[in-house]
Every structure is written in C-alpha cells, then in structure tokens.
C-alpha cells in the first residue's frame, strides 16, 4: 500500500468508526425521543381540548347575551311606543281643553 492509500484508508476507517458510532447513539436515543415527542402530542391534545370546551362555553354566554339583549331591545321599543301614545294624549287632552275654552 502506498502511504496515500493508507492515508485515505485511515481516514475512511475513521469516517465509518463515526458514523457507526453516530448510528448507534440515534438508536439508543431513539426511544426516548419517541417517547417525549408523544407526551408533547398528549399534551398538545390536551391543551386544544381545554381550548375547545372554553370556546363552547363563550359561544353558550354569547348566545345568551344575544338573546337578553333582543329582550332588552324589545322592551325598549315598546317603552317608546307607550311613551309616544302617553304624549300623543296629554296633547289631545289639551287640545280638548283648548276647544272647550274656545266654545
């Protein structure tokens, strides 16, 4: 062997001494990695879970403010209504009052 064949020959021994080691420390690894990354999706789940329920539970109290303001709205509408009818009276009882004076 000349000294460059045994030069690039070390070096290739010591590339696959590398990576084989490289290889081994991913497949010790492995498992545990598995492992944390499906505790982070249970708990991603979790987390979007929790998040859902909270969104339903605005939506029911949105719900329910649309409603009590309709009702409010309602009321409001009539409570006019009765206030324009109150002075369209007082206006015909003092133009009744103005008449009777007339005659």
């Known amino acids: 062997m000349s000294k460059n064949e045994s030069f690039f020959s070390d070096i290739t021994d010591k590339l696959n001494t590398n990576i084989s080691s490289v290889c081994t420390s991913l497949n010790k690894y492995k498992s545990e990695i598995k492992t944390e990354l499906e ?5 991603i789940n979790t987390k979007i879970c929790e998040l859902y329920d909270i969104i339903q539970s605005k939506q029911v109290e949105i719900d329910q403010l649309k409603t009590t303001l309709e009702e409010k ?27 009777s004076i007339l005659d």
């Open 73 to 99: 709205t309602f009321e409001e509408d009539n409570f006019n209504k009765v206030s324009i009818l109150r002075t369209q009276d007082k206006e015909i009882k003092d133009l009744k009052n103005q008449l």
């Open 39 to 43: 505790q982070f999706n249970d708990n």
